[in-house]
């Protein structure tokens, strides 16, 4: 092989899907030793185009070639034997299972017994060579998001995998989780690997990528070298207009207390603590923000508030009437919205229309319900309506929601969680995955919210926009509030010493 010929040479590919042409003669070029970043709105296609390279599904039309030999990839099997291999978004592991049995899933066993302890060597080898810390022996449900993302790296390295693709990694990742994974990934490329990597976060693409290809509306824009362009460049190519990062926050008066949570203490999935102690209240017409890195009880807090998780202490107190341990139905009679962490778990029923996905809460009342039957015409009305004010990419509002985008599924639950027209919303990363304009309209439409009176819990990593949209900023460790800081005047060091434990700084609610 000459060193011209690229890794991976992908011509005019095509893909059709009922209402959507989701990639339109697609080109892209991918050398050994490079991380090349796919961008692009969401729906723009990066997800279909790679699931082609990874034998998942097949183009309509054009042609793939590897190390300069044409390809036909009918399944993952035959990518994976060329050297193709790739992470989806939503991991595919056997939870009871340990770390060294997933890895080797699926692979011939080599004579009649496997030597795991051989097995357990090799995986540690991989470990130390690209720094993905992981126990072999650990079980996957043991394990946290980040360290589940290297089971999967290290089981694409297990099957010889030198052309790796990223869908969005850094999405669960901590900021530290994301620097580790960097280093990986840059490790492997300086070995000559290919490393294909998507992202929505630009400073992202910047730092990792040595090249970067644009999609839009299925089509490739450009691909530029990352050392010759911009953030706003690439803004603008996504996008096709000026991109303006700009956030309006009007002062607003907080008026009587939304929700109360006192004392609370909670259990994770594990049976370990994931609240001790929390306090804390919200006025009307306020976001408060709950900064902290992923795994400190974010998660454990919005599901008590919701009612999905019970408490063993403390009480949740919403508008004065006391839900603790209430069923989720008693507080959305409360006027609650919640956009839940797992979107296709929690959030959606994935085989559902975007129409019965967007009413799953409100088809009881009027308009959309006249006595006992549904009025579809009026369904159909209120659908169209939000497909349009979320700009929700869909073929059909019968489309099954399972079908769109990730970013596109998100928009689905937030337009049905915010027309809802809620007292107090529960937003759990509600930006994650979306792209650049959408992460704008979010924050703007949670704005909007505060300034129309609701209260609103809002659990970020992004400490950015977590500063940006909030009014005060309480700060989680272990389960624990370490504070609670005014956004206007937080100190971004200030808020790192509390998500590393520190407490006492800042003024804790009462
Ligand atoms: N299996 C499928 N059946 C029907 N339509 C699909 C299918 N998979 C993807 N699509 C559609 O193809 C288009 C491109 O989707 P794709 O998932 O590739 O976008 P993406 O660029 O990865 O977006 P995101 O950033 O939101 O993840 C979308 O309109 C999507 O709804
Ligand atoms: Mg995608």
Known sequence: MSTDTPLVRMRGITKRFPGVLANDRVDLEVQAGQVHALLGENGAGKTTLMNILSGLYRADEGEIYIRGQRADLQSPRDAIDLGIGMVHQHFMLVEPQSVAENVILGLKAPGFFLDMARIERKIAEFSRQYGLQVDPRARIWQLSVGEQQRVEILKMLYRGVDILIMDEPTAVLTPLEVEELFVTLRRMADEGKAVIFISHKLGEVMAISDQITVLRGGRVVATVDTDQTTKEELARMMVGREVLFRMEKA?????????????????????????????????????????????????????????????ADGCVLIADCDLTNRSPHRVIREQVSHVPEDRLGMGLIPNLAVSDNVILKSYRDPPLARGLFLDRLAITRFAARLIEAFSILTPSQETPVKLLSGGNLQRTILAREISAGPRLMVAVHPTRGLDIGATESVCNLLLKQREEGAAILLISEDLDELLSVSDRIAVMYEGEIMGIVDAEEADIEEIGLMMAGTKGLGTRDK
């Open 251 to 311: 002062p607003v008066e907080p008026g009587e207390v939304v929700l109360e949570v006192r004392n609370l203490r909670s259990l994770n999935d594990k049976g370990l603590p994931a609240l001790r102690d929390v306090s804390f209240a919200i006025r009307q017409g306020e976001i408060l923000g709950i900064a902290g890195v992923a795994g400190n009880g974010q998660r454990e807090l919005a599901e008590v508030v919701t009612g999905l998780r019970k408490t």
